[in-house]
């Protein structure tokens, strides 16, 4: 796996060994990114983070900062050892990403962009969407974007957002929310 654009286009990440992760495929992250734009000066929070694809793609860049979170610590000594080789600066917490989010919510921390990749089939892509939606984890202007498998279902709005994109890439599904700041909200996704 390597890093797709930005000042570190090419560089490679580590994985952890076996099927501990699922890496977000690169024609995934690519059509992420495209749909994003510019992603300069935003401040990433990258959930569910395995190897840390998303937040360091960001930061390659020019994202102002990443927060990386995710509950095994293989997973997170793999996100720390890849900021250091790349020679990022990147928070990494090793919690429960729900737990991480309700502490974001206590402490009135947002982020312009948010990136979820939990397990796929438990429901916790609905979880992650629906907490940082309803605790004002999200900046007015930010995005949050989701992978699950391609027949899961997530709400076409929940709390202070609205889905803007849903295309499906092989076996995974990529969904975006957006803040909803008037009747006016367009949908991002162009197919």
């Known amino acids: 796996m390597r890093i797709i654009a930005g000042n570190l286009r090419g560089r490679k990440l580590k994985a952890p060994k076996g099927l501990v992760t699922r890496p977000v495929l690169a024609r995934v992250r690519e059509a992420l990114f495209n749909v994003l734009g510019g992603v300069e000066g935003l401040r990433i929070l990258d959930l569910f983070s395995g190897t840390g694809a998303i937040g360091l793609e960001g930061l390659s860049r ?5 927060v990386f979170v ?12 890849n900021i250091d080789a790349l020679g990022m600066d990147g ?14 919510a206590r402490k009135g921390r947002t ?7 939990p397990p796929y089939e438990q429901g916790m892509g609905r979880m992650a969407v629906t907490r940082v939606c309803e605790n004002g ?9 989701v992978t699950v498998r391609k027949n ?5 709005e929940t709390g202070s957002c609205i889905k803007l994109f849903d ?4 076996d ?20």
């Open 62 to 66: 020019g994202a102002q900062s990443a």
């Open 137 to 145: 984890i999200l900046s007015s202007e930010g995005i949050m974007a």
């Open 152 to 156: 899961e279902a997530l709400p076409d």
């Open 167 to 170: 295309r499906k890439y092989g």
């Open 111 to 117: 982020f312009d962009f948010v990136f979820a990749d």
């Open 172 to 191: 995974t599904k990529l969904v975006m929310y957006g803040e909803k700041r008037d009747s006016t909200i367009k949908n991002i996704d162009t197919e």
């Open 70 to 81: 995710d509950s095994g610590a293989e997973q997170c000594a793999v996100i720390r050892s």
């Open 91 to 104: 928070e990494v917490i090793r919690a429960d990403v729900f737990r991480a989010l309700d502490l974001f």
